[in-house]
């Protein structure tokens, strides 16, 4: 029987769209208090009152993770205003894929700066409270979870570089499990194949069409699909540690 994330308090990046919008949705709905995270404050906003209205708790804090000063003050402003931090949900991602010769290298760094180093600011500004929320909350447990992907377990050609961030997303995490899950810290990777977001129009144009041409045939994802599979991470009892869910479309090969 499921959890329910009563007088908990959840963070979540990348919430501005996709994944994160649709988590941050689902863990209110579960009754934790939402923390949005992203740069765009207007949309965050947006969202944070639609939680609102549902009867959910909800507060948008634009920032910007690859920044760690910014992600230092996040999480302390977390502390002050909550008294607690017991689930981080690491959605915030970009796609820049292409040709290796035609690629910007700005589009690269940018991978490795929001995919990677932003989550690792994340994770470790949030860890002190994350470790000492199960001593405090009723379910005896806290939960990180992160936002791979497929990418993260299968590389392909113009992929190089979103490969490399994702690969180092999923070991990270699953070094990070065998650290903490002694004290009731679990950490958790998601791998979804292809999801209706945004992520595929931030690409170069040649590969949008490549990327159309493949998955027209492929009913792809919907972000709610992988906030289900995160609600059932972060709402399994505390002797359940679900180290990884890989989710593809069931018409992806």
């Given at each position: 029987?499921?959890d329910?994330?009563?007088?908990?308090?959840?963070?979540?990046?990348?919430?501005?769209?996709?994944?994160?919008?649709?988590?941050?949705e689902?863990?209110?709905?579960?009754?934790?208090?939402?923390v949005?995270v992203?740069?765009r404050?207007?949309?965050?906003?947006?969202?944070?009152?639609?939680?609102?209205r549902s009867?959910?708790?909800a507060t948008a804090?634009?920032a910007?993770?690859?920044?760690?000063?910014?992600?230092?003050?996040?999480?302390?402003?977390?502390?002050?205003?909550?008294?607690?931090?017991?689930?981080?949900?690491?959605?915030?991602?970009?796609m820049?894929?292409?040709?290796?010769v035609a690629?910007?290298i700005a589009?690269?760094?940018r991978?490795i700066?929001v995919?990677?180093?932003?989550?690792v600011?994340?994770?470790?500004?949030?860890?002190?409270?994350?470790?000492?929320?199960?001593?405090?909350?009723p379910?005896?447990?806290?939960?990180?979870?992160?936002?791979?992907?497929?990418?993260?377990?299968?590389?392909?050609?113009?992929?190089a570089?979103?490969?490399?961030?994702?690969?180092?997303?999923?070991a990270?995490t699953?070094?990070?499990r065998?650290?903490?899950?002694a004290?009731?810290?679990?950490?958790s990777?998601?791998?979804p194949?292809?999801?209706?977001?945004?992520?595929?129009?931030?690409?170069?144009?040649?590969?949008?069409?490549?990327?159309?041409n493949?998955?027209?045939?492929?009913e792809?994802?919907?972000?709610?699909?992988i906030?289900?599979?995160?609600?059932?991470?972060?709402?399994?009892?505390r002797?359940?540690a679900?180290n990884?869910i890989?989710?593809?479309?069931?018409?992806?090969?």
């Amino acid at each position: 029987m499921a959890d329910r994330l009563d007088r908990t308090v959840a963070l979540v990046t990348g919430a501005s769209s996709g994944i994160g919008h649709a988590a941050a949705e689902t863990l209110a709905a579960e009754g934790a208090t939402v923390v949005l995270v992203a740069r765009r404050a207007d949309r965050l906003e947006e969202i944070a009152e639609g939680i609102r209205r549902s009867g959910g708790e909800a507060t948008a804090v634009p920032a910007d993770i690859t920044d760690p000063g910014e992600v230092v003050s996040l999480i302390e402003r977390v502390i002050t205003e909550f008294g607690r931090l017991d689930t981080v949900v690491n959605a915030a991602g970009v796609m820049l894929n292409g040709d290796s010769v035609a690629s910007p290298i700005a589009d690269w760094d940018r991978m490795i700066d929001v995919n990677l180093r932003g989550l690792v600011h994340v994770v470790k500004a949030a860890l002190p409270y994350l470790l000492e929320a199960p001593t405090t909350s009723p379910r005896s447990v806290a939960d990180v979870v992160n936002i791979s992907s497929i990418a993260g377990r299968w590389p392909a050609p113009q992929v190089a570089v979103y490969n490399a961030s994702k690969f180092a997303v999923t070991a990270a995490t699953e070094s990070w499990r065998r650290e903490y899950t002694a004290r009731s810290l679990r950490f958790s990777v998601v791998e979804p194949g292809a999801v209706d977001t945004e992520l595929f129009g931030h690409q170069q144009e040649a590969t949008q069409e490549h990327y159309a041409n493949i998955f027209t045939d492929v009913e792809k994802l919907l972000a709610a699909d992988i906030a289900n599979a995160i609600s059932y991470i972060v709402t399994s009892p505390r002797r359940v540690a679900v180290n990884e869910i890989v989710i593809r479309p069931t018409d992806q090969i």
